[in-house]
């Protein structure tokens, strides 16, 4: 459902519809505009109709011999309402004032036509008219139909009778018009919607470009890399330059939050990490001082165990001097980590190489293939396979388990080069679990708790994973996972 929320599909989208939307309104109007003008058309073909007729019968009154009366107007008309209805081609009827039927160009089956009658609303619509003239229109039979009434007079302008000339309309000729000019317009609107397809498509494509590039840059926004600036064409609209320009001040305040956030956390390992060292270094300084503070006092060199004395007190300083080494090591190996040399090797043959340094007689190892071939440094990874054997022995330890027992396992899955070690050892608690690759975190004894936060160092510099499940006495699996070659 992606695309349907994209800025580009909704431009393309709505131009469609504007085009769409338009053609039918235009299709509508055009409807109502012709069938307006038919109106209109048959409205003033029946009055120039009507008018025509009129002369007529004004003509034919003019010259007859018969009394100009109501009663004789069936005789006056006798022959002449057929003439003025071919000549006109509308049938015409006569009826009296007070709506009987007089006579009527129409041929009828009946033989008494005395019943026939105009409705009392047209009667009543007729009389209250200002023009002495009345409209009807109606349907029979599917057939649309106007009926025109008004009154026939003399030369005083006396009512004489009614005269009713039904008209039929015929939109047979309109409506073809309105097909043809519709099929006109529904040619020339698919030409237009082609048109407006390629062009909200092109138009779309210009608007989003800037856009896409816009999140794009900002996707690829890092706090720990130096972030690139946008550059202005000279055709971006407004809108667009001002979202750009508040992007490139954005990563100009980055850039320099970022430089001083470095600076800051820098400053603050170092901080850290000195009274770390000086932690570690005053615990050996201890037992030293008391060992020569206790020495000093009791010297003695007619003691005739001084020799053995001697060599005690020795033993005892040189062991303290032995574990403030360790800890120089092993804040020298966590701060100044030797150039990555990267290489192809055979994760399988370093693997087992890494093991033989080790004379546990519970350490297990298993490869379902004989060569893995992987870039990686050769030091680096002899350095993730001892570390994390090391903190699986002391685990062990920890626990002491009947039967203690390390798992070392070589595979690989879907591109990757897989290294499980799994012990049965002491395992790692819930509350302890997301602290387990942090530096200086331990929960021995001894030990500087660096050497998982190396690992995961090493590994990371590497584009894998480190990652473990473990259950409190139960033991811990530690994965390592990094691209094969």
């Given at each position: 459902?992606?695309?349907?929320?994209?800025?580009?599909?909704?431009?393309?989208?709505?131009?469609?519809?504007?085009?769409?939307?338009?053609?039918?309104?235009?299709?509508?109007?055009?409807?109502?505009?012709?069938?307006?003008?038919?109106?209109?058309?048959?409205?003033?073909?029946?009055?120039?109709?009507?008018?025509?007729?009129?002369?007529?019968?004004?003509?034919?009154?003019?010259?007859?011999?018969?009394?100009?009366?109501?009663?004789?107007?069936?005789?006056?008309?006798?022959?002449?309402?057929?003439?003025?209805?071919?000549?006109?081609?509308?049938?015409?009827?006569?009826?009296?004032?007070?709506?009987?039927?007089?006579?009527?160009?129409?041929?009828?089956?009946?033989?008494?036509?005395?019943?026939?009658?105009?409705?009392?609303?047209?009667?009543?619509?007729?009389?209250?008219?200002?023009?002495?003239?009345?409209?009807?229109?109606?349907?029979?039979?599917?057939?649309?139909?106007?009926?025109?009434?008004?009154?026939?007079?003399?030369?005083?302008?006396?009512?004489?009778?009614?005269?009713?000339?039904?008209?039929?309309?015929?939109?047979?000729?309109?409506?073809?018009?309105?097909?043809?000019?519709?099929?006109?317009?529904?040619?020339?609107?698919?030409?237009?919607?082609?048109?407006?397809?390629?062009?909200?498509?092109?138009?779309?494509?210009?608007?989003?470009?800037?856009?896409?590039?816009?999140?794009?840059?900002?996707?690829?926004?890092?706090?720990?890399?130096?972030?690139?600036?946008?550059?202005?064409?000279?055709?971006?609209?407004?809108?667009?330059?001002?979202?750009?320009?508040?992007?490139?001040?954005?990563?100009?305040?980055?850039?320099?939050?970022?430089?001083?956030?470095?600076?800051?956390?820098?400053?603050?390992?170092?901080?850290?990490?000195?009274?770390?060292?000086?932690?570690?270094?005053?615990?050996?300084?201890?037992?030293?001082?008391?060992?020569?503070?206790?020495?000093?006092?009791?010297?003695?060199?007619?003691?005739?165990?001084i020799h053995e004395k001697l060599s005690e007190y020795s033993n005892t300083l040189i062991q303290q001097i032995d574990t403030m080494s360790s800890i120089a090591s092993a804040f020298s190996a966590y701060a100044d980590m030797p150039a990555q040399q990267d290489e192809n090797l055979n994760v399988v043959r370093?693997?087992?190489?890494?093991?033989?340094?080790?004379?546990?007689?519970?350490?297990?190892?298993?490869?379902?293939?004989?060569?893995?071939?992987?870039?990686?440094?050769?030091?680096?990874?002899?350095?993730?396979?001892?570390?994390?054997?090391?903190?699986?022995?002391?685990?062990?330890?920890?626990?002491?388990?009947?039967?203690?027992?390390?798992?070392?396992?070589?595979?690989?899955?879907?591109?990757?080069?897989?290294?499980?070690?799994?012990?049965?050892?002491?395992?790692?608690?819930?509350?302890?679990?997301?602290?387990?690759?942090?530096?200086?975190?331990?929960?021995?004894?001894?030990?500087?708790?660096?050497?998982?936060?190396?690992?995961?160092?090493?590994?990371?510099?590497?584009?894998?994973?480190?990652?473990?499940?473990?259950?409190?006495?139960?033991?811990?699996?530690?994965?390592?996972?990094?691209?094969?070659?």
């Amino acid at each position: 459902m992606r695309i349907y929320r994209s800025l580009r599909f909704r431009i393309f989208l709505s131009m469609l519809l504007l085009v769409v939307i338009a053609s039918i309104l235009i299709a509508i109007v055009t409807i109502y505009q012709y069938r307006e003008e038919a109106k209109d058309y048959h409205r003033d073909r029946l009055l120039r109709k009507e008018t025509s007729i009129t002369k007529n019968i004004e003509y034919v009154l003019k010259n007859t011999t018969f009394p100009v009366e109501t009663e004789y107007i069936p005789l006056i008309f006798k022959n002449k309402i057929y003439e003025i209805k071919d000549v006109n081609n509308l049938e015409i009827i006569f009826f009296d004032l007070d709506g009987k039927l007089l006579k009527s160009s129409k041929a009828s089956f009946l033989k008494d036509t005395s019943q026939v009658k105009l409705p009392k609303h047209v009667l009543g619509s007729l009389q209250n008219s200002a023009d002495k003239r009345y409209l009807e229109e109606f349907n029979e039979d599917g057939q649309k139909y106007q009926s025109s009434y008004s009154y026939i007079t003399d030369s005083s302008f006396k009512p004489l009778a009614i005269l009713n000339l039904p008209y039929i309309e015929d939109d047979d000729f309109i409506n073809k018009e309105l097909k043809e000019n519709l099929m006109r317009l529904g040619i020339a609107y698919f030409f237009m919607l082609l048109i407006a397809v390629a062009l909200a498509y092109f138009l779309s494509k210009f608007i989003t470009r800037t856009l896409n590039d816009v999140s794009k840059k900002i996707t690829e926004t890092r706090l720990d890399k130096r972030n690139n600036r946008i550059e202005l064409d000279s055709n971006t609209t407004q809108e667009i330059s001002n979202l750009v320009v508040a992007y490139n001040g954005m990563v100009d305040e980055l850039e320099s939050s970022a430089a001083q956030l470095a600076a800051s956390e820098r400053e603050a390992a170092w901080r850290e990490m000195a009274k770390q060292v000086a932690h570690e270094i005053k615990n050996p300084l201890t037992p030293m001082r008391l060992t020569v503070q206790s020495f000093q006092r009791k010297f003695d060199p007619t003691d005739e165990h001084i020799h053995e004395k001697l060599s005690e007190y020795s033993n005892t300083l040189i062991q303290q001097i032995d574990t403030m080494s360790s800890i120089a090591s092993a804040f020298s190996a966590y701060a100044d980590m030797p150039a990555q040399q990267d290489e192809n090797l055979n994760v399988v043959r370093i693997t087992k190489l890494a093991l033989d340094i080790f004379n546990e007689d519970y350490i297990y190892f298993t490869s379902e293939e004989e060569e893995i071939i992987s870039s990686f440094d050769r030091t680096q990874l002899i350095r993730v396979v001892t570390n994390l054997i090391k903190n699986s022995i002391q685990a062990i330890n920890q626990k002491k388990p009947d039967n203690p027992r390390i798992n070392v396992t070589v595979l690989s899955e879907n591109g990757n080069a897989i290294i499980k070690v799994n012990d049965n050892g002491i395992g790692v608690s819930e509350a302890n679990s997301s602290k387990i690759f942090e530096p200086k975190f331990t929960t021995k004894s001894s030990g500087m708790g660096l050497g998982l936060a190396m690992v995961k160092n090493i590994v990371d510099n590497h584009q894998g994973t480190i990652s473990f499940t473990s259950s409190e006495d139960a033991g811990t699996t530690f994965t390592v996972l990094f691209p094969k070659k």
